[in-house]
């Protein structure tokens, strides 16, 4: 969760505000002792709409920038270095990217999911 923090406020630094236009909303509304969330809406307006005709309780209570990283940026919030982030992409073994041309970029979601495949409770062989 912290590193999806970080990832988060990178989108919010690099862009300088968030892009409402490529934002995701959620909508979240209790069920007994626990909350629920909904699939994510790309229109603000379908997002509301929602939480005013579903579940009672419901409100839109976040909004998740949607951006790409580049190889630096992704290789900062990893903790190694954009070079040996590249050795992955080219060996394989490194998370998820997508190519635009000639550019890389990386979708913090694949990040995170490739950040939490890795987590290990013992040392030793695989």
């Not at 409402?20 to 909303?25: D, E, V, Y």
Request: one cysteine or more.
């Amino acid at each position: 969760m912290e590193r999806l923090k970080s990832i988060r406020e990178l989108n919010h630094s690099r862009t300088g505000k968030h892009n409402r236009q490529l934002a995701r909303h959620f909508v979240v509304w209790p069920e007994g002792e626990t909350m629920q969330c909904s699939e994510p809406f790309w229109d603000r307006k379908e997002a509301t709409e929602y939480a005013r005709t579903g579940p009672p309780g419901a409100t839109v209570v976040c909004e998740v920038p949607f951006a790409l990283v580049d190889t630096d940026e992704a290789a900062r919030v990893l903790g190694m270095s954009p070079r040996y982030l590249e050795t992955l992409r080219g060996r394989g073994g490194g998370p998820p990217f997508v190519k635009i041309g000639r550019s890389v970029r990386y979708q913090p979601e694949e990040i995170d999911k490739w950040i939490k495949a890795r987590v290990q409770w013992i040392t030793g062989d695989d």
